[in-house]
């Protein structure tokens, strides 16, 4: 498994962080379902666009909706079996509590 130090901005501040990229269709569809213990993940898309995701048979995480220049637009606190939960973005960061 290969990490990669992805960086986003916040409200102006830099931040680091070490991520698994999502690249495959099926790493896209399953994200952190059915998993224990994951390192964060980082989805990125073709283009900036509504993104919904769900937190069926997940872990409770923290879903982070960034721009184009990697700026923070929407962070949610997901617990456990919440449905159509949106933002839109180009990238989705999934970070485990």
């Not at 999502?22 to 989805?43: I, Q, Y």
């Not at 409770?60 to 933002?87: E, H, M, Q, R």
């Amino acid at each position: 498994m290969v990490l990669e130090k992805f960086t986003y901005y916040n409200k102006k501040k830099k931040i680091k962080i070490y991520v698994k990229h999502c690249k495959s269709l099926w790493s896209k569809l399953s994200g952190l379902m059915f998993k224990n213990k994951s390192l964060p993940l980082l989805f990125v898309f073709n283009k900036e666009k509504n993104l919904s995701i769900h937190s069926f048979f997940c872990k409770p995480f923290k879903a982070i909706w960034l721009d184009k220049n990697k700026n923070v637009l929407k962070i949610i606190y997901v617990n456990k079996w919440k449905f159509n939960l949106s933002g839109r973005g180009k990238y989705l960061l999934e970070i485990p509590l």
